[in-house]
């Protein structure tokens, strides 16, 4: 690492945050809703388009695009050494409704023009560097997130390329077929998508912090050291509904009160820990028939619960499903739970927390070490690569909404940050 440092430090990087905003906000225009919102939604026509125009970025900048089945995108650049394993840096294109124009482009276009500008400065890579660019970070259209990940972390099963269905009972393995990927078997699909061991030498991940620290602070950059661990929980409560007129009350089996009960326990639940770190939120809360003179017969919620530490999430969780239990019981309601997914934190790699540290002191960034509350792909390139992250501020901390900005400036310096990073872990 030494060595790579003194070769590094000469390299004189050409970046425009400008340009890069710019090609951004050009992404940004395949959206299913109007700008400055974003909707992206995986295997889509409009995530098509945006490929197309990540490739033609990826072949503009001389790196050779590969895809695999799971429709992961990775453009390569040679390194001299063609023993050694990959220097990968990569985020997502697909956005949730109605979000902005930074989460997760910034980290693919971003280490594009890294590239590209350390092309230009005469650096050589020893290990070859892929850009990449995951299938499906958002849980949107299949209900869990990180599928491009999980499967090259190996945490995917045949079943779930099945069981993993839209709102229109598509499954993922439909929809990525009929989008151009797949393979002639579950296995081909699992086996191509799945990185061999020492197939990833390092991942970083440039991001939009998503929070309001780096900008409330000052901090030009973040160097990220942990990863929060998301579980997710989907809970039905079936009860026999009626006339809202003509049903008394202690006759009542109401749905949509159990699920309301619940969403104020998920609050409860994480509050009672008094852990800053600890967060809960039931984003989706569906009743049927949903109509105001009808008692609702259906209720279904999606819960998302995250802590830094796993031991106090899934404490949350299980007094959360305990809850489920009890309102089930005493309001006489149907119930079930669907656990989607309670994965593991994971811990940056110290080589990659160094390699970003001596790039942020190189540019004479102002940085700081944090954790990210949300989750990443880097959450799962950690289960197999050294893996770090890099934040940028974002205007008010605001992500996941059509305002969601960040300064060229910004932007511009967290694109060196990450050239100098991929540069030293790449060695020359
Ligand atoms: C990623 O978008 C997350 O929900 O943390
Ligand atoms: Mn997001
Ligand atoms: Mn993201
Ligand atoms: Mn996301």
């Known amino acids: 690492l030494v060595t790579s440092i003194c070769t590094v430090r000469s390299i004189k990087l050409d970046v425009s945050g400008e340009a890069i905003a710019s090609q951004l906000l050009h992404l940004a225009t395949f959206t299913d809703d ?17 490929r197309g125009y990540v490739k ?36 997502h294109a697909d956005a949730i409704p109605l979000a902005g124009a930074y989460d997760g482009t910034l980290g693919v276009i971003g280490p594009i023009a890294a590239v590209a500008a350390l092309r230009r400065a005469g650096y050589r890579p020893r290990a070859p560097i892929d850009v990449l660019m995951f299938t499906s970070e958002e849980p949107t259209r299949f209900g869990l997130g990180c599928i491009g990940s999980r499967g090259m972390a190996g945490e995917l099963t045949a079943a779930l390329l099945d069981e993993k269905l839209d709102v ?16 002639s078997s ?10 061999a061991k020492g197939g990833v030498a390092a991942f970083v991940e440039l991001h939009i912090e998503q929070g309001p620290l780096l900008e409330a602070e000052g901090t030009q950059l973040g160097i990220v ?17 009626g006339h809202a007129g003509a049903l008394l009350m202690p006759n009542r089996n109401d749905a949509g009160l159990a699920a309301a009960e619940v969403a104020l326990a998920v609050e409860a639940s994480v509050l009672e820990t008094g852990a800053i770190d600890a967060v809960g939120t039931t984003g989706l809360f569906e009743i049927g028939p949903n109509t105001v003179n009808s008692v609702p017969r259906e209720a279904k919620l999606e819960i998302d619960i ?9 404490a949350i969780v299980a007094s959360v499903l305990q809850t489920v239990e009890e309102v089930a019981a005493r309001r006489k309601v149907r119930h079930r739970v669907e656990m989607i997914n309670q994965d593991a934190p994971a811990t940056c790699s110290n080589q990659v927390i160094q390699a970003a540290t001596e790039a942020a002191q190189e540019l004479g960034a102002s940085h700081k070490q944090m954790v990210s509350r949300a989750y990443h792909d880097s959450l799962f390139m950690a ?34 940050a990450l050239a100098l990073t991929l540069a030293k872990l790449a060695g020359s």
């Open 34 to 50: 109007p700008n400055p919102a974003v909707t992206r939604i995986v295997f889509t026509e409009n995530d098509l388009l945006a």
């Open 56 to 91: 033609e970025l990826m072949t503009a900048a001389g790196l050779t695009v590969r895809e695999d089945p799971m429709g992961n995108i990775f453009g390569r650049w040679e390194g001299t050494d063609p023993n050694a394993g990959a220097v990968v840096s990569g985020s």
């Open 168 to 183: 229109n009972g598509t499954s993922f393995k439909e929809a990525s077929t009929a989008a151009g990927y797949g393979g």
């Open 186 to 195: 579950h296995q081909e699909i699992l086996d191509g998508t799945l990185i």
């Open 225 to 241: 050291t942990a990863i929060a661990a998301p579980a997710a929980l989907r809970v039905f409560f079936s009860g026999d509904g």
């Open 306 to 314: 995250r802590d830094i530490d796993a031991t106090r999430r899934d």
């Open 383 to 416: 289960r197999f690569a050294p893996t770090g992250m890099i934040f940028i501020p974002c205007r008010n901390g605001w992500s996941h909404r059509p305002d969601e900005f960040a300064t060229p400036e910004d932007i511009e310096r967290g694109v060196k």
